[in-house]
């Protein structure tokens, strides 16, 4: 179950606490988006691989099918490996795991950079803000970077699903 901390004003978290559990849950955040960006960009090189590879062998097959046209298995063969090249094909792309790579690592780069410009007091962290102000705007800013990165995510796969007004419309009748 997600836990949420208390909030400071109610409770009297003081601000040490607050920034060890505010830099904590950054650091997970990172931590999770390099996790999942590594399983996506491993999936989608899995995915292409067996693609061209099976894609590869296919013409292979077809020469040793021709020339043994008595074996039922190289038959067999020259028709099954093209259908795996062509599932594996069609799972790479359902399951946009070249696109979640990209999210997740652009995701976790803009999370380091908040906190690294907090860490220096650079830019919108700058030496004019005390070190309240910093740190709620540093997680304010990092919440803020999720949420959108989520809501991005669920409009994209939202749009992909919705059919168009194109290809809503019935086949017309001839």
């Known amino acids: 179950m997600l836990q949420t901390p208390p909030s400071s004003r109610l409770t009297g978290v003081d601000l040490v606490t607050r920034r060890q559990i505010g830099l904590e849950r950054i650091q997970q955040l990172i931590a999770t988006c390099e996790e999942r960006a590594a399983r996506a960009w491993r999936n989608y090189y899995w995915a292409q691989g067996l693609t061209v590879g099976l894609a590869a062998i296919t013409p292979c097959l077809i020469v040793l099918a021709k020339e ?9 063969l020259q028709l099954f490996f093209p259908a795996l090249a062509a599932i594996a094909a069609g799972v790479g792309h359902i399951f946009h795991w070249r696109e979640n790579g990209v999210r997740q690592t652009n995701l976790a780069e803009a999370i380091r ?34 949420l959108q990165s989520v809501a991005r995510w669920s409009s994209a796969q939202l749009a992909e699903a919705a059919p168009t007004a194109e290809t809503a419309k019935p086949a017309p009748a001839s």
């Open 68 to 76: 043994s046209p008595n074996s039922w298995l190289l038959n067999w």
């Open 113 to 146: 950079s908040k906190l690294w410009r907090y860490q220096t007091r650079s830019g919108e962290f700058g030496l004019d803000l005390d070190e309240e102000q910093a740190l709620s705007q540093l997680v304010v800013g990092v919440d803020g970077l999720n």
